[in-house]
């Protein structure tokens, strides 16, 4: 874990000092390449506020769960990281989930972007058009083949908003299509 000390560290984000008592996301040192953008972030203390709010925070976790779910050592292979930066022990069901979780705060926040525009429009494609592929990539990325099962659970656990429903009755219907043509 990097080491941290209160009124000496700095927060690799804004750079700022961080306090005793400060909440905070750190990780050990898991990006071994250099010339990889994320690599100075790897080992680095982060203020909770600032790593919620980076716009690399998605990349950054799904990297560190690829990374040390392949790791040598047994320990390091059970930890995932969740959307919010905890680091925890778990399955690799959990490391999906926590994938799919961070996908649809970047989503909602795109769908605030977007006025609340219907899922069908944000989710269309006419020629020459490249207003919503943001949403459109996240969205491909949240219906990739291996989340099927969170989307047949969610989609039969049933009790969500009527919006939630909507999304996730089409998250279903465009993984189970993906799925099957694999
Ligand atoms: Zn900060």
Known sequence: MALIVPGKSKCALCEAVLQQGDRLVATSHFIGDRSDPLWRYSDA???????????????????????????DSPAARAQ??????????????????????????????LWMRAECAPLEDLLRVRPGDSKNHE??????E???????????????????????QEWSERALEDCRRRANSK
């Open 142 to 164: 949240l219906t990739l083949p291996e989340h099927l099962a969170f989307w047949e659970g969610r989609v039969l656990g049933g009790g969500m908003n009527p919006m939630a």
């Open 80 to 109: 995932y990281m969740t959307w919010d930066g905890e680091i925890l022990e778990g399955t690799d069901e959990d490391v999906r989930g926590v994938r799919v979780q961070s996908l649809l705060i970047i989503l909602d926040e």
């Open 135 to 140: 949403f459109r990539d996240y969205w491909a």
């Open 45 to 71: 203390p982060f203020h909770y506020r600032c790593f919620i709010r980076w716009k690399s925070r998605h990349e950054f976790i799904c990297k560190f769960n690829d990374i040390v779910r392949k790791s």
